[in-house]
């Protein structure tokens, strides 16, 4: 018997699983590198793991739940709990950067620059570092191809652990070879801890402020791009105009509502096979899970210059020409005029 194949969902889910374990096993590492130095910066590193570790979790538990089906509470499904999570990771995120700007500020105080053992505590940040990376990569690539916001946001905060790791080695690593040379340099450790807190704020920031857009719902033009490529490309002589196009994303799943105008003479059947028809199309070009609400409107004879169907018997005017769908009218009621985007 064939082996079931995994949804994206699933996959995200089992990745997930996957991020929390060795997040753990790393944050383990780091926090025996900072003991073992007394590294700040190392210090960052460890506290930051914490955050991993943690949103791994809730990102976990966000993954679970944006897996289960709509039900009559949740009739769009549960995949906004992804963006609950992201925002709880990001809002984390900044508490672990203020919390290395505060220790980093505290040590410059107290003058306190005692490193030893850094050679061994480089290693294990070096190894640290690689593995974040590749897991973080993973995540974004998966994240982005899903729409998972959870996974996405695992990513990025993998990375900018990452990049933060590296910058600690650069700067570890000059301190190291200075200390070999009889040159001490432990003074560069809190302050690169402290220029590390204020980046890992920053990518905290943004994390949240996109989650937030999401919850509120906030127009996905990428989105709009691809879907009125889709309705261009599927179009038929019966589909004369579309408006009020809106596309929204509950997790993985894209909902699409729109009102259509169609010829009046159209019947319930043939406007549902138009319907039918741009569902299929728009789930094989966009992928994942597409929900289509059409709302038809009859032509009300405004639009028979841009209507093909010969055998309507209330055309008042000529064919003249299609009318383009682009992004500015598919949007709104306004008059189409042609862009690129629609090409």
């Known amino acids: 018997m064939a082996k079931e194949e995994l949804t994206p969902m699933q996959r995200n889910f089992n990745f997930q699983k996957i991020i929390t374990v060795v997040g753990t096993i790393l944050m383990l590492a780091k926090f025996f590198a900072y003991f073992l130095t007394n590294s700040v910066a190392i210090l960052t590193d460890a506290l930051e793991s914490i955050v991993n570790v943690l949103a791994g979790i809730i990102g976990l538990f966000a993954l ?34 203020v ?45 982005k191809a899903s729409r998972s916001m959870a996974l996405e ?25 200075l200390g070999i040379m009889g040159v001490d340099a432990n003074w560069i450790d809190p302050l690169m801890a402290l220029v590390f807190g204020a980046v890992i704020i920053y990518t905290g920031a943004k994390v949240v402020y996109k989650s937030f857009h999401g919850i509120m719902d906030r127009e996905d033009i990428d989105a709009i791009r691809q879907v009125t490529r889709c309705l261009n490309h599927i179009r ?18 894209m909902h699409i509502d729109a009102h259509m105008v169609v010829p009046g003479s159209l019947t319930v059947a043939e406007a549902d096979r138009i319907v039918n028809k741009f569902r299929d199309e728009t789930v094989e070009m966009m ?57």
């Open 64 to 97: 679970y739940l944006s897996m289960q089906p709509a039900d009559r509470t949740h009739p769009y499904g549960h995949g906004k709990v992804e963006l609950i999570s992201s925002s709880i990771e990001g809002t984390m995120i900044i508490a672990a950067g």
């Open 99 to 143: 919390m290395i700007v505060l220790e980093s500020v505290e040590r410059i105080t107290l003058g306190d620059f005692t490193i030893h053992s850094l050679d061994i505590g480089l290693v294990i940040v070096a190894i640290a570092a690689a593995a974040n990376f590749a897991m973080g990569y993973t995540a974004i690539r998966m994240g």
């Open 153 to 177: 946001a695992s990513g990025k905060h993998l990375c900018s652990d990452t990049y933060s790791s590296v910058g600690i080695l650069i700067g570890l690593g000059v301190v190291y070879l």
């Open 236 to 253: 038929t002589d019966e589909l004369i105009d579309v408006h009020h196009l809106r596309v929204v994303f509950y997790g993985a799943s």
């Open 287 to 343: 992928g994942g899970s597409v929900d289509i609400t059409f709302m038809a409107e009859p032509c009300g004879q405004l639009f028979c210059s841009n209507c093909r169907r010969e055998e309507c018997g209330n055309r008042k005017d000529d064919f003249v020409e299609d009318k383009r769908f682009c992004t500015d009218a598919v949007t709104n009621a306004d008059p189409c005029i042609e862009d690129e985007e629609s090409k």
